[in-house]
Nanobody, 118 residues
Framework: QVQVQESGPGLVQASQTLSLSCSVS?????????WNWVRQSPNKGLEWMGA???????YYNPVLKPRTSILWDTSRNHITLQLTTLAPEDTAVYYC???????????WGQGTQVTVSS
């Protein structure tokens, strides 16, 4: 049973850079897995932000791409999300989710609340 768990600062200031970590219980390079970041806010609902694939390729939501980076530490099986130039509209619950080759997201973390103060 794969487990993922997000962690982050909780409260950040506008204009700063957010860095969130996702700890994964399996190898992040395992074949055909995609490690996604998804956020949910009351105003926008669920929003896919991007993913890093088992081979290190990254994919981003075109709207967020200028501000988003997804990195990994294969030695620690951690996935990191960086989001720059934060604004209050970035306030949301941020989720890490494992995706499979057929596009399904079959494992989700519990989410971490991020609040951006102006």
């Amino acid at each position: 049973q794969v487990q993922v768990q997000e962690s982050g600062p909780g409260l950040v200031q506008a204009s700063q850079t957010l860095s969130l970590s996702c700890s994964v219980s399996v190898s992040v390079t395992a074949n055909f897995y995609f490690w996604n970041w998804v956020r949910q806010s009351p105003n926008k609902g669920l929003e896919w932000m991007g993913a890093i694939a088992h081979n290190g390729n990254t994919y981003y939501n075109p709207v967020l791409k200028p501000r988003t980076s997804i990195l990994w530490d294969t030695s620690r099986n951690h996935i990191t999300l960086q989001l720059t130039t934060l604004a209050p509209e970035d306030t949301a619950v941020y989720y890490c989710a494992k995706g499979t080759w057929d596009g399904a997201f079959d494992t989700w973390g519990q989410g971490t609340q991020v609040t951006v103060s102006s």
